[in-house]
């Protein structure tokens, strides 16, 4: 029995055994395997031309022969279409990871494999996509089967998003650490000057992605803070954005060299530097719409158009994409009692087509207690402040004030009196237009339009945000780019520091305890803010005397008078302790702040993937449906449609 047992062991050891390479002139089939040399050719596959590669062999992973059969075969449709399938979720990621294994790369006639940590991440973050379609992972992106360990030398297919793929220009070795380089940067350069800044100055800095564009490019943000990647108590949060409109690429450039200079200045001990970033927490995001970028760089500099590259790649202008919630705050205007803040989004917005660069600024929004903050454009020279959407829908340009108005007005102001040109009195230059007004106007009262980003952020949040217009020319030479930046940084500097007007303060019970979304009103202002999860706040005010007061459901009203001085340059420290109460008059201040945005959050709940006005809903499971709504992608294949996509029952 023992020994019967040892025979059938050795035959199934031999039966797993790889055969023997084949000598030659021997083929005996089973005896031997033949090792079948790569031959390397140009990748013509359409879906695969944008590959950090430029050579595939054939047959690929799949043993798929030729163009044709590749071309015709449902995993390349599946690749091909999965943009759509997945609203831009997780792509161009899957994309090019299944073009690593439908066009593998080939170098000197050796068949490179993409590499399994890179596999196994994308699935991990993209694996709910295809859950909310009801579809399976697709076989040929198994991570165990095509792909290979770093030690076995693969290759990373999505370097490109990432950008790692650079070519560096060489600078001489001897250059100071407050060098910049005044260039244009492309999307892969400006990545890779983000993580260099954040390396040299990592006690102070770092970088995080709010998100995705459409074509997948991470929105790539640096910070600078004394405690990077946290808030921290009473600390300000700041930001800029920059390049929403991507053929307006001078704010991208701006924010860039402001990154190199805060890092270089802050190490050289620059007192005015040290002091801002010890006592703020920057955001800069330089780059909103690097996909709109790349359409218009491909125009180069000095071509002032007003069209190409402003979109996104939706062609969707991401300025007019946020929620209207301007004409709600003037429904509510005349009803007495009612406040212009916190206002939630409506849930018919969500049936609209959302831009994913537009829901990663939302997010971005609800994750961090922004206090102030700035969009950089392009194509005149002036600070607009909201409203930008007019009170009266039918007149473009209406004066159309917040009830910040006064706080507004000063923060504009702090931007356009530190620049040199936008202060000169001289009306026969670039935005001469607003001399008589200091170089700032009411948006609305310059042009009106809906669904801007300043609306949202002031209507939504607590974030006060203006838009400044760096210049006339959208995409200027190389060669402007010095001057441009001297002109703004001074600006650049003066607004951050007007993030510490007003007053701050933390609410708080008799115990000690913070109270999350309590409300800071100010009378005379219909307009509050709210404090954010340690029961810190920051109002921005503009000097005076002022009647402040803290409520919060389930405890009384605490009011305060306070005074800021003219010449007070920080924000007066005003804290609120908040009394329980038993019993509330109002039985509607029962809902408690925690719903402020509503009890149901469609921006946290959205669902990408969803087909608006169908009958039935995706996901589910009614009688009689035998095959999901993206089946029909695959109508054309007569024979060899994809079953592997279809979930086990």
Same mark, same amino acid.
């Given at each position: 029995?023992?020994? /019967?047992?040892?025979?059938?062991?050795?035959?199934?050891?031999?039966?797993?055994?790889?055969?023997? %390479?084949?000598?030659?002139?021997?083929?005996? $089939?089973?005896?031997?395997?033949?090792?079948?040399?790569?031959?390397?050719?140009?990748?013509?596959?359409?879906?695969?031309?944008?590959?950090?590669?430029?050579?595939?062999?054939?047959?690929?992973?799949?043993?798929?022969?030729? =163009?044709?059969?590749?071309?015709?075969?449902?995993?390349?449709?599946?690749?091909?279409?999965?943009?759509?399938?997945?609203?831009?979720?997780?792509?161009?990621?899957?994309?090019?990871?299944?073009?690593?294994?439908?066009?593998?790369?080939?170098?000197?006639?050796?068949?490179?494999?993409?590499? %399994?940590?890179?596999?196994?991440?994308?699935?991990?973050?993209?694996?709910?996509?295809?859950?909310?379609?009801?579809? *399976?992972?697709?076989?040929?992106?198994?991570?165990?089967?095509?792909?290979?360990?770093?030690?076995?030398?693969?290759?990373?297919?999505?370097?490109?998003? =990432?950008?790692?793929?650079?070519?560096?220009?060489?600078?001489?070795?001897?250059?100071?650490?407050?060098?910049?380089? #005044?260039?244009?940067?492309?999307?892969?350069?400006?990545?890779?000057?983000?993580?260099?800044?954040?390396?040299?100055?990592?006690?102070?800095?770092?970088?995080?992605?709010? @998100?995705?564009?459409?074509? &997948?490019?991470?929105?790539?943000?640096?910070?600078?803070?004394?405690?990077?990647?946290?808030?921290?108590?009473?600390?300000?949060?700041?930001?800029?954005? @920059?390049?929403?409109? +991507?053929?307006?690429?001078?704010?991208?450039?701006?924010?860039?060299? $402001?990154?190199?200079?805060?890092?270089?200045?802050? !190490?050289?001990?620059?007192?005015?530097?040290?002091?801002?970033?010890?006592?703020?927490?920057?955001?800069?995001?330089?780059?909103?719409?690097?996909?709109?970028?790349?359409?218009?760089?491909?125009? @180069?500099?000095?071509?002032?158009?007003?069209?190409?590259?402003?979109?996104?790649?939706?062609?969707?202008?991401?300025?007019?994409?946020?929620?209207?919630?301007?004409?709600?705050?003037?429904?509510? *205007?005349?009803?007495?009692?009612?406040?212009?803040?916190?206002?939630?989004?409506?849930?018919?917005?969500?049936? +609209?087509?959302?831009?994913?660069?537009?829901?990663?600024?939302?997010?971005?929004?609800?994750?961090?207690?922004?206090?102030?903050?700035?969009?950089?454009?392009?194509?005149?020279?002036?600070?607009?402040?909201?409203?930008?959407?007019? =009170?009266?829908?039918?007149?473009?340009?209406?004066?159309?004030?917040?009830?910040?108005?006064?706080?507004?007005?000063?923060?504009?102001?702090?931007?356009?009196?530190?620049?040199?040109?936008?202060?000169?009195?001289?009306? $026969? =230059?670039?935005?001469?237009?607003?001399?008589?007004?200091?170089?700032?106007?009411?948006?609305?009262?310059?042009?009106?339009?809906?669904?801007?980003?300043?609306?949202?952020?002031?209507?939504?949040?607590?974030?006060?945000?203006?838009?400044?217009?760096? &210049?006339?020319?959208?995409?200027?030479?190389?060669?402007?780019?010095?001057?441009?930046?001297?002109?703004?940084?001074? *600006?650049? $500097?003066?607004?951050?520091?007007?993030?510490?007007?007003?007053?701050?303060?933390?609410?708080?019970?008799?115990?000690?305890?913070?109270?999350?979304?309590?409300?800071?009103?100010?009378?005379?202002?219909?307009?509050?803010?709210?404090?954010? *999860?340690?029961?810190?706040?920051?109002?921005? !005010?503009?000097?005076?005397?002022?009647?402040?007061?803290?409520?919060?459901?389930?405890?009384? %009203?605490?009011?305060? /008078?306070?005074?800021?001085?003219?010449?007070?340059?920080?924000?007066?420290?005003?804290?609120?302790?908040?009394?329980?109460?038993?019993?509330?008059?109002?039985?509607?201040?029962?809902?408690?702040?925690?719903?402020?945005?509503?009890?149901?959050?469609?921006?946290?709940?959205?669902?990408?993937?969803?087909?608006? @006005?169908?009958?039935?809903?995706?996901?589910?499971?009614?009688?009689?449906?035998?095959?999901?709504?993206?089946?029909?992608? #695959?109508?054309?294949?007569?024979?060899?449609?994809?079953?592997?996509?279809?979930?086990? /029952?």
């Amino acid at each position: 029995m023992v020994l /019967r047992l040892l025979l059938l062991l050795g035959g199934l050891l031999r039966a797993t055994k790889p055969a023997p %390479r084949c000598e030659n002139g021997q083929d005996t $089939l089973g005896q031997c395997q033949t090792v079948r040399k790569a031959k390397c050719v140009d990748i013509a596959l359409s879906s695969c031309t944008d590959v950090t590669y430029t050579q595939m062999s054939y047959p690929n992973f799949l043993d798929q022969k030729s =163009r044709e059969v590749i071309e015709y075969s449902s995993e390349y449709i599946l690749i091909s279409v999965l943009q759509n399938l997945l609203q831009g979720e997780c792509n161009p990621d899957l994309r090019l990871l299944g073009c690593s294994v439908l066009a593998p790369q080939c170098e000197k006639d050796k068949v490179i494999k993409p590499c %399994r940590h890179v596999c196994e991440k994308l699935k991990k973050n993209c694996l709910h996509a295809f859950d909310a379609i009801d579809m *399976a992972w697709p076989y040929f992106l198994d991570c165990d089967r095509f792909f290979a360990g770093e030690q076995e030398g693969c290759f990373d297919p999505l370097a490109k998003l =990432r950008g790692e793929v650079v070519v560096e220009e060489d600078l001489p070795s001897d250059l100071p650490g407050t060098f910049i380089q #005044f260039k244009h940067h492309s999307y892969s350069q400006m990545v890779s000057m983000l993580k260099k800044t954040a390396s040299k100055c990592s006690h102070i800095a770092t970088t995080y992605s709010i @998100g995705r564009s459409f074509e &997948g490019k991470d929105l790539f943000v640096i910070e600078f803070s004394t405690k990077p990647g946290h808030h921290e108590l009473l600390k300000p949060e700041f930001k800029y954005v @920059g390049n929403m409109h +991507g053929n307006e690429v001078v704010g991208k450039e701006l924010l860039i060299y $402001l990154a190199q200079y805060l890092c270089s200045e802050y !190490l050289l001990g620059n007192p005015r530097i040290q002091t801002l970033i010890n006592s703020t927490r920057i955001h800069l995001l330089p780059s909103l719409n690097p996909d709109g970028y790349e359409m218009a760089a491909e125009e @180069g500099a000095g071509y002032n158009g007003w069209v190409v590259g402003r979109q996104t790649a939706q062609n969707l202008d991401l300025n007019r994409n946020f929620p209207d919630l301007t004409s709600e705050a003037y429904r509510r *205007a005349g009803i007495r009692g009612a406040r212009l803040d916190h206002i939630p989004i409506p849930q018919s917005y969500w049936w +609209g087509k959302v831009a994913p660069e537009t829901k990663a600024v939302m997010k971005w929004l609800r994750s961090i207690p922004f206090v102030l903050s700035a969009s950089l454009h392009g194509g005149e020279l002036v600070v607009t402040y909201p409203y930008d959407y007019s =009170r009266h829908p039918m007149e473009e340009k209406m004066f159309s004030p917040t009830p910040d108005e006064k706080t507004f007005k000063m923060l504009a102001k702090a931007y356009a009196d530190a620049h040199p040109v936008i202060s000169d009195r001289s009306e $026969l =230059r670039c935005g001469g237009n607003f001399v008589k007004r200091g170089g700032i106007i009411n948006g609305a009262e310059w042009y009106s339009f809906t669904g801007g980003m300043a609306d949202f952020n002031y209507l939504h949040t607590n974030c006060f945000e203006v838009t400044v217009e760096v &210049g006339c020319e959208k995409f200027p030479l190389e060669e402007e780019l010095f001057t441009i930046w001297h002109e703004n940084r001074d *600006a650049l $500097l003066n607004y951050m520091e007007m993030v510490h007007r007003g007053i701050k303060g933390i609410v708080s019970d008799k115990f000690g305890n913070p109270i999350k979304n309590a409300r800071i009103s100010v009378r005379g202002i219909q307009h509050d803010v709210t404090t954010a *999860a340690d029961g810190d706040y920051w109002r921005l !005010l503009p000097p005076g005397t002022y009647v402040i007061s803290a409520q919060a459901p389930g405890y009384s %009203r605490v009011m305060k /008078r306070v005074t800021l001085p003219t010449k007070m340059k920080r924000a007066g420290r005003v804290d609120f302790v908040l009394r329980p109460i038993d019993t509330w008059p109002n039985k509607l201040l029962r809902r408690s702040m925690e719903d402020m945005y509503d009890p149901y959050d469609p921006l946290e709940l959205y669902d990408p993937h969803a087909q608006h @006005g169908q009958p039935e809903a995706r996901g589910g499971s009614s009688p009689g449906r035998e095959k999901p709504w993206w089946w029909s992608y #695959f109508s054309s294949l007569d024979l060899h449609k994809p079953l592997w996509l279809l979930k086990q /029952r």
